[in-house]
């Protein structure tokens, strides 16, 4: 992944020729050896590799593209370690994050039992301004190997239950839809800024000078 640092802002909106740019930081949460630095990878660089590397702490990567003529959309993938032993660090690297990707491993039934978990210390830590809860979606990764031991019939419940609003199966190894998860929380990302306006973003101009837009709406 690359070398720069975080920027703090999780959602800047620029004005530039016309066009907002929005910075949204997303996680990537889940145990241990799930494919969440897979997915990032394959999703920012297009590449997969089978060798495992534990991320240690956080990684993260950016991936910026145009969602319509008017629209720029730059996501920030924090790729948080799924050790246990990172644990007591999340609430650190969930701060500012406006949308999360929940990964299990499709072939491991106890990286799917693990979600719950994930899904409360994230709900516990990290709420949009209003109190409500950041939009999430579940993703049931390595879906190319064959025997998947968890039923899409219990994925779907628990997403039921727990007020999950999607959830994929997916595969790093093939690029199964991972841009198609992604747009679906930039989307929902995008719904709760035209509802409740953009009055929590941080606005930047490339010039000082420039004056003020209406940030109301960010797609036509
Ligand atoms: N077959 C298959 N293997 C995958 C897929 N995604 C990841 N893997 C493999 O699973 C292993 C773990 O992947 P990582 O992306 O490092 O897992 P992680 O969730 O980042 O793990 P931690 O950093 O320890 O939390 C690696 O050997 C990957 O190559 C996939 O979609 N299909
Ligand atoms: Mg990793």
Aim: aromatic fraction near 10%; hydrophobic fraction near 40%; proline fraction near 4%.
């Amino acid at each position: 992944m690359n070398g720069r640092k975080p920027r703090r802002d999780s959602d800047v909106v620029l004005s530039k020729f016309g066009q907002k740019e929005f910075l949204f930081k997303f996680l990537v949460i889940g145990d241990i050896g799930v494919g969440k630095t897979a997915l990032v990878r394959r999703y920012t660089e297009g590449k997969f590799t089978s060798n495992y590397k534990i991320t240690i702490g956080a990684d993260f990567a950016i991936k910026t593209f145009d969602w319509d003529p008017h629209t720029r959309i730059s996501l920030q993938l924090w790729d948080v370690a799924g050790h246990e032993r990172f644990g007591y660090m999340t609430r650190g690297y969930y701060k500012y994050a406006v949308a999360a990707a929940l990964v299990f491993d499709i072939s491991r039934v106890s990286t799917f039992q693990s979600i719950k978990k994930w899904l409360f210390d994230l709900r516990e830590k990290v709420t949009l301004p209003d109190g409500a809860n950041i939009p999430v979606v579940l993703l049931a990764n390595k879906c190319d190997i064959p025997c998947p031991v968890v039923p899409t019939e219990q994925i779907a419940k628990f997403c039921k239950e727990n007020n999950i609003g999607a959830w994929f199966v997916t595969s790093a190894k093939e690029n199964t839809n991972i841009d198609v998860a992604m747009r679906y929380l930039v989307e929902n990302v995008l719904k709760t800024k035209i509802d409740g306006g953009v009055r929590d973003s941080i606005r930047l101009r490339d010039k000082p000078t420039i004056r003020e837009e209406t940030t109301t709406c960010c797609r036509s």
